[in-house]
């Protein structure tokens, strides 16, 4: 059974830098497509970034060139970098994993494994 785990959550000022990391435990990363999601008090949950089986990444346009999805297969973790934050990007931050190495540059849109979250909040 596979389980995915967030960490590097906290809080941030606007303008600010955050990391999270997505460990991943079960599965060959190498053959999964990894999402990061966000959802914000009262409102829907939101895909922010995606990276496929080949490495392809997509971002949400609300945070296209400020944060950035990074795969490392050989330690088993997905890093989000998060820079230039604002206060819209508050919200528990979550991974979800899914193996789609028959679409190597597709994100999937169901996902098998999802993580418990982690806190981020930007605000002065």
């Known amino acids: 059974q596979g389980q995915v785990v967030e960490s590097g959550g906290g809080s941030a000022q606007p303008g600010g830098s955050l990391r999270l990391s997505c460990s991943t435990y079960?599965?060959?990363?190498?053959?999964?497509?990894i999402g990061w999601f966000r959802q914000a008090p009262g409102k829907q949950r939101e895909r922010v970034a995606c990276?496929?089986?080949?490495?392809?990444?997509y971002y949400a346009d609300s945070v296209k060139g400020r944060f950035t999805i990074g795969k490392d297969n050989a330690a088993n973790v997905v890093h989000l970098e998060m820079s230039s934050l604002k206060p819209d990007d508050t919200g528990l931050y979550f991974c979800a994993a899914t193996d789609y190495s028959r679409r190597p540059s597709t994100c999937p849109k169901v996902y098998d494994y999802w993580g418990r979250g982690t806190q981020v909040t930007v605000s002065s």
């Open positions: 079960g599965f060959t990363l190498n053959y999964y497509a």
């Open positions: 990276v496929t089986t080949d490495h392809t990444t």
